[in-house]
């Protein structure tokens, strides 16, 4: 089975905090993602990279950055967190651009 | 921009009768449709991959169909039970250079024992 990682179930940080949220997958899929779920919004992409050292931003790109230095590892980055950004957090990786997603257990981050 | 819309967003259901999920999308254009079952606080499982040549996909007691003419798609639950509780979300691939899935905001069902 494809098993995608996060890091952290519950995460609480403080206002202005530099927040690491890690993903990684044991299946060597090409393509990975970051999206944010919210009551009544649904889930909204933040960023996704298609190969390692490539990214390209979603829908909702603002505050947050991300890293892919190895296949398997793709990291969001919360460069000074802020209250807007609690929400619950979801990764996901595909082997490529044919076939299904496959999701993390998710994050929630609440930050005070 | 495509719009991915499930209605109703919510359901209750008596244990064993069959569930009906609607997904619409504005543009018809698509590559490939998803649907995906999450539990409260869970990440998201994946239950069906339609592809835009494809009308349906069957696993076990779920039945996805596509309609991209009309832009519709439709998850059949059979003979519900009370596991089966949970919110379904549809996704949908808009082209084949586009790397992103649009989400639906889900329909939470729940089944009644």
């Known amino acids: 089975d494809v098993k995608v990682t996060q890091s952290s179930r519950y995460l609480v940080k403080r206002t202005g905090e530099k927040v690491f949220l890690e993903c990684v997958q044991d299946?060597?899929?090409?393509?990975m993602f970051w999206y944010r779920q919210d009551p009544g919004l649904g889930l909204r992409l933040i960023y996704f990279?298609?190969?390692?050292?490539?990214?390209e931003k979603g829908d909702i790109p603002e505050g947050y950055s991300v890293s892919r230095e190895k296949k398997e590892r793709f990291s969001l980055i919360l460069e000074s967190a802020s209250t807007n950004q609690t929400s619950m957090y979801l990764c996901?990786?595909?082997?490529?651009?044919?076939?299904?997603?496959?999701f993390g257990q998710g994050t929630r981050l609440t930050v005070v | 921009k495509q719009e991915v819309t499930q209605i109703p967003a919510a359901l209750s259901v008596p244990e064993g009768e069959n569930l009906v999920l609607n997904c619409s999308f504005t543009?018809?254009?698509?590559?490939?449709l998803q649907w995906f079952r999450q539990d409260p606080g869970k990440g998201l499982t994946s239950l069906l991959l339609i592809q835009s040549s494809q009308r349906e996909q069957t696993s076990g007691r779920l039945n996805a169909s596509l309609d991209k003419s009309s832009g519709r798609s439709t998850l059949y639950i059979a003979a519900s039970q009370p596991g089966d509780s949970a919110t379904y979300l549809c996704?949908?691939?808009?082209?084949?250079?586009?790397?992103?899935?649009?989400f639906g905001a889900g329909t939470t069902v729940t089944v009644r024992a």
């Open positions: 996901a990786s595909r082997p490529d651009t044919t076939r299904s997603a496959f």
């Open positions: 990279s298609y190969d390692v050292k490539m990214k």
């Open positions: 299946m060597d899929h090409e393509n």
């Open positions: 543009d018809s254009a698509i590559y490939n």
């Open positions: 996704a949908v691939r808009p082209g084949s250079n586009d790397y992103k899935l649009s």
